[in-house]
C-alpha cells in the first residue's frame, strides 16, 4: 500500500506538489494523470526516495520512507520515463548488475533474473547489446529491471512513451500481467492505455488533487445529458412531434445531414431518460429513428475538462453557439 500524506515540494516560491494526500491500496492498478507540469513526476520521485520532500510523508506498506529509507526502497520497483539501462551492457549481463544493486542474494540471482526475462518476454534479446535493441524492448528491459528483488509496489513512468501500436499493446499485456503481482502507480498521457488497465485513476493539477475515482465514474460524472437521434422524414413535423416530448431542455441540430433526414441532439432536464417518450412521439408522427444513441464522454474529454476548468461540450458535431437556444426561441427568430 502507498499512503501520501500533505506532500508538498516547494522549488523557491513555486510549489511543484502542494499539500497532495492519496492511497494506493494493495493489488490495484491506480492511473497518476495529469497535464505537462502538473507534479506527477515530482511526486514519483518522492514516493521513490529520489527527492526528499518539503514537508509531508510517504508510507509504504505502513512505513515511513524518511525514517526507513532503505526497507521502503526494497519493496519499489521504478520505471522513470527514461530509463537508466547501460547501452554497452548485454541485456543478461545489465539484470545481474541490477540484482547486485538490490542485493539480491548470489544464489537467488539466476533464478531470479531468468524468471523476470521470461514474464517481460526478453528471453530472445538476453545476449545483444542493449543499444541495439528497439524501443519497445528497452523499455520492456526497463520494467525487468524495476522487478529485480521482487518489490511490491512498482512505479511505472510514462511506460509506453515512443512506442508503436503494436508494442503499446505489448505493455499493455505486461502490466495486466503484472498486476495479479503487483500494486502498481502508473503514469501516463496515453488515455486508451489507463482505461485498458487501471483500476482506479488520480488526476492532479498545479500539484493539487482533482480527481480520484475510477475510469467510468470519471466519465459518467462528467457526462453530457446529449441524446443523438437521426430522423427520416419533414423538418416541420419532426420538430412538432418534438415539442409534444415534456423534460427536453434544448435542440442542436447537426450541420450535415443526409437527403430527407434530420440529425439532431436532445439535452434533457436532470439528464432525464428521453428515449422512450421520443420514440413514440416521432412514431406517432410517422418519422421513422434510424439511429438514436446517448452520447458518451470519453476518459480524454473527462480529462480535458477536469484539467483546463472550461465548459464542458461533448459531441465533435455540434457548435457551441447552438447550444444555448431553447428550441421554441430559435422557432420565433
Known amino acids: ?125 538476453s545476449e545483444r547489446l542493449i543499444r541495439h535493441l528497439s524501443k519497445g524492448y528497452k523499455q520492456r528491459v526497463g520494467v525487468a529491471g524495476a522487478m529485480m528483488g521482487y518489490p511490491e509496489i512498482l512505479i511505472l513512468d510514462e511506460p509506453t512513451v515512443g512506442l508503436d501500436p503494436n508494442q503499446i499493446i505489448q505493455m499493455r499485456e505486461l502490466i495486466r500481467d503484472l498486476s495479479e503481482s503487483h500494486t502498481i502507480l502508473l503514469s501516463s498521457h496515453i488515455m486508451q492505455e489507463i482505461s485498458a488497465v487501471c483500476d482506479e485513476i488520480i488526476i492532479i493539477n498545479e500539484g493539487k488533487m482533482i480527481a480520484c475515482d475510477t475510469p467510468d465514474n470519471l466519465t459518467m460524472h462528467m457526462a453530457s445529458n446529449g441524446l443523438h437521434l437521426v430522423i427520416k422524414g419533414d423538418v416541420p413535423v419532426i420538430k412538432g412531434a418534438l415539442r409534444t416530448v415534456s423534460g427536453i431542455k434544448n435542440v442542436v441540430y447537426d450541420e450535415q445531414m443526409e437527403e430527407e433526414t434530420l440529425g439532431l441532439t436532445l439535452y434533457s432536464i436532470d439528464k432525464k431518460d428521453l428515449r422512450e417518450d421520443v420514440f413514440f412521439a416521432l412514431a406517432e408522427a410517422g418519422c421513422p429513428i434510424l439511429e438514436m444513441h446517448r452520447q458518451e464522454t470519453t476518459l480524454e474529454e473527462a480529462f480535458i475538462a477536469l484539467t483546463k476548468g472550461g465548459s464542458r461540450q461533448f459531441g465533435g458535431k455540434k457548435t457551441a453557439e447552438k447550444q444555448t437556444k431553447p428550441e421554441d426561441e430559435k422557432e420565433e427568430e
Open 1 to 125: 500500500m502507498i499512503e501520501v500524506k500533505n506532500l508538498v515540494k516547494q522549488y523557491g516560491n513555486h510549489a511543484a506538489v502542494d499539500d497532495l494526500s492519496f492511497t494506493v491500496e494493495t493489488g490495484k492498478v491506480v492511473g497518476f494523470l495529469g497535464p505537462n507540469g502538473a507534479g506527477k513526476s515530482t511526486t514519483m520521485n518522492m514516493i521513490t526516495g529520489y527527492i526528499a520532500p518539503t514537508s509531508g510523508i510517504v508510507l509504504i506498506d505502513g512505513v515511513d520512507m524518511e525514517e526507513e529509507p532503505e526497507q521502503v526502497r526494497k519493496n519499489i520497483g521504478y520505471l522513470p520515463e527514461n530509463p537508466p539501462l547501460y547501452p554497452d551492457m548485454r541485456v543478461r549481463e545489465y539484470l545481474y548488475f541490477v540484482a547486485e544493486l538490490k542485493k539480491v542474494p548470489r544464489k537467488d540471482r539466476d533464478v531470479m533474473v531468468n524468471e523476470i526475462m521470461n514474464r517481460t518476454k526478453i528471453v530472445d534479446v
